[in-house]
């Protein structure tokens, strides 16, 4: 059974900086496309950026977040930096097969962590 285990949510203030990290297995970390997706309270899920052959963000945070994978660890990162109060969601690490489906739609992830919260003050 596939596991993305995330880690690194918290309260942060503003224009601050939180890493996040989802440690999965070895073949999931270096066969299959991963990423981000948030969910905030009374709102849909969203993309939040993809490592997939090349590196995708949405526009809301291109910039100030930055994703990345350590094949040593067997872990994707999301550096998130310059923290808005708009950024306060549920952050969610996906997978799915490499090159399947949209990159963008949450329905074509295969696997989902179990969320960690993240919540940016003003």
């Known amino acids: 059974q596939v596991q993305l285990a995330e880690s690194g949510g918290g309260l942060v203030q503003a224009g601050g900086s939180l890493r996040l990290s989802c440690a999965t297995s070895e073949h999931i970390a270096r066969t299959y496309d991963m990423g981000w997706f948030r969910q905030a309270p009374g709102k849909e899920r969203e993309f939040v950026a993809v490592?997939?052959?090349?590196?995708y963000y949405a526009d809301s945070v291109k910039g100030r977040f930055t994703i990345s994978r350590d094949d040593a660890k067997n872990t994707l990162y999301l550096q998130m930096n310059s923290l808005k109060p708009e950024d306060t969601a549920e952050y969610y690490c996906?997978?799915?097969?490499?090159?399947?489906?949209?990159?963008?739609?949450?329905?074509?992830?295969?696997?989902w962590g179990q969320g960690t919260r993240v919540t940016v003050s003003s």
């Open positions: 996906v997978a799915k097969e490499l090159f399947s489906g949209s990159i963008y739609s949450a329905q074509d992830y295969e696997y």
């Open positions: 490592d997939s052959w090349r590196k």
